[in-house]
T-cell receptor, first 113, second 112 residues
Framework: QQQVKQSPQSLIVQKGGISIINCAYE??????FPWYQQFPGKGPALLIA?????SEKKEGRFTISFNKSAKQFSLHIMDSQPGDSATYFC????????????FGKGTLLTVNP | NAGVTQTPKFQVLKTGQSMTLQCAQD?????MSWYRQDPGMGLRLIHY???????DQGEVPNGYNVSRSTTEDFPLRLLSAAPSQTSVYFC???????????FGPGTRLTVT
């Protein structure tokens, strides 16, 4: 049972465009939703995260939109740059004493110059 | 402050061999975990630890052992390597009340 479904698998965007990656979850006990960015040959690094008590969080060109009733959240990258080309993972964490992150399968983003 | 370090970076094993992947962190983090990353599968949790002496299984624990004798170190042992364990392995740590996990650079393991 895949608890966090991520789409699309891959995405090609022109420089300056908007990149949108979507995730859906099933477990309503999840209380923390991070996005990780991974460059080739490197470990994932936290990009931005949101809790379910807010509907949107923005940090620079990166925005998370969160829809609690639909159990969906998405990452928007505004003014996409070639340096944003990477694999992006959404994830979800169940609160309480369970600190395990459940990851989506990842989206390979390519931003063409 | 080196963060999370992993050794080796690359390893080739023959089926049936054993080895230990090393992970260390210098941030005094209580929580450490091991993930494997396979193409199209995302990151899957193997084992995790919430403190020295405490470990638990994740999503894909079979074929792997862990122990946590110190806060800093969290080694992952493959007792009898199988080709299905060919993957990239990431160690991560998290501290205190923060949910942010810090990942190491990974170990690429090939089992022939």
């Amino acid at each position: 049972q895949q608890q966090v479904k991520q789409s699309p698998q891959s995405l090609i965007v022109q420089k300056g465009g908007i990149s949108i990656i979507n995730c859906a979850y099933e477990n309503t006990a999840f209380d923390y939703f991070p996005w990780y960015q991974q460059f080739p040959g490197k470990g994932p690094a936290l990009l931005i995260a949101i809790r379910p008590d807010v509907s949107e969080k923005k940090e620079g060109r990166f925005t998370i939109s969160f829809n609690k009733s639909a159990k969906q959240f998405s990452l928007h990258i505004m003014d996409s740059q070639p340096g944003d080309s990477a694999t992006y993972f959404c994830a979800a964490n169940r609160g309480g004493s369970n600190y395990k992150l459940t990851f989506g399968k990842g989206t390979l983003l390519t931003v063409n110059p | 402050n080196a963060g999370v370090t992993q050794t080796p970076k690359f390893q080739v094993l023959k089926t049936g061999q054993s080895m230990t992947l090393q992970c260390a962190q210098d941030m005094n983090h209580e929580y450490m975990s091991w993930y494997r990353q396979d193409p199209g599968m995302g990151l899957r949790l193997i084992h995790y630890s919430v403190g020295a002496g405490i470990t638990d299984q994740g999503e894909v624990p079979n074929g792997y052992n862990v122990s946590r004798s110190t806060t800093e170190d969290f080694p992952l042992r493959l007792l009898s390597a199988a080709p299905s364990q060919t993957s990239v392995y990431f160690c991560a740590s998290r501290g205190g009340s923060s949910y942010e996990q810090y990942f190491g650079p990974g170990t690429r393991l090939t089992v022939t």
